[in-house]
């Protein structure tokens, strides 16, 4: 117990009292989160991955496993949550909904800074690969999840080409790869645009936090977000033993696995009609109950 106080006080309360910087400026002062979030999607989150993967120390194998991680544990998640919502016997909307909620993790705003506080700098590599993963996951299958109509796989088609950290990561491999000298002035400016990417995203998560209110359905929202925050950083903990992940790529990567909701996730239901109200209510809860299960985890990886 009180290892775990211990996390909350120095990796969680510094969290979470920047995003309740964010939180005052949504309430006080009427800042929208658009502007702020297409900066951080992309400027800073695409110069932290180019910068972290063009100079990473993980090797070729290490990289596989993180990724194969990542796959294994969103799409274990999301077996699980299908199989919940056909024994409850939801709907098709109320199923895609929820299954959204589990996969769709708060891996950058959130997750990033959570891992930086609590095992240092050196666990932002596999916490970004993580990252970049569960992004192209959500912007793929998110979309398949929530989109109706005809246009489901052009939509989702398009979302994947238009996610910047695609080809930030593409081109920051390549530049690992091949040993590339990277000019002064692009190395420098991606390397202080990627510093920048943890505190924009933390204030970020505050002003969209902010504009996230309840509604009916708790009982529903409680068992999504129970879902989210318990099954996924146990299939992380068994993903990790079997693919013989260790020391801080474990922790990183349990970590990871552990965030609640992302805010993306009622983003998308709203674009495409399919439980809004539930979601945010979902992403409201989650992270407020992570307080808790994240403060667990991270006594448990410690």
Known sequence: ??????????????????????????????????????????IFSPCLLFDKFSTTALSPADLGRIALFAVLVIAGSGLVAWIICAVAGYGRPATMAF???????????????????AFGEVA??????????????????????VARGQRQASDALRNVVTVPLVYAGLAGLLVWALHINVPVPIERATSLAGQAAVPVMLILLGIQLAGVRLRDDLGRIGLAAGTKLVVAPLLGVLFAQLLGLTGIVRQALVLESAMPTAVMATVLTTEYEAAPEFTAGTVLVSTLASLVTVSIVLAFLR
């Open 99 to 117: 299954v959204l909620c589990v996969i769709a993790g708060n891996t950058g705003n959130y997750g990033l800074p959570a891992n930086q506080f």
């Open 1 to 42: 117990m009180r290892e775990a106080l211990e996390v909350l006080w120095q990796v969680l309360a510094p969290i979470f009292l920047t995003a309740g910087a964010g939180y005052l400026l949504a309430r006080r002062l009427g800042v929208q989160p658009q502007g702020l979030s297409r900066a951080a999607f992309y």
């Open 124 to 145: 932002l590599e596999p916490a970004v690969i993580y990252y970049a993963i569960s992004t192209l996951i959500l912007s793929t299958v998110g979309v398949y999840l």
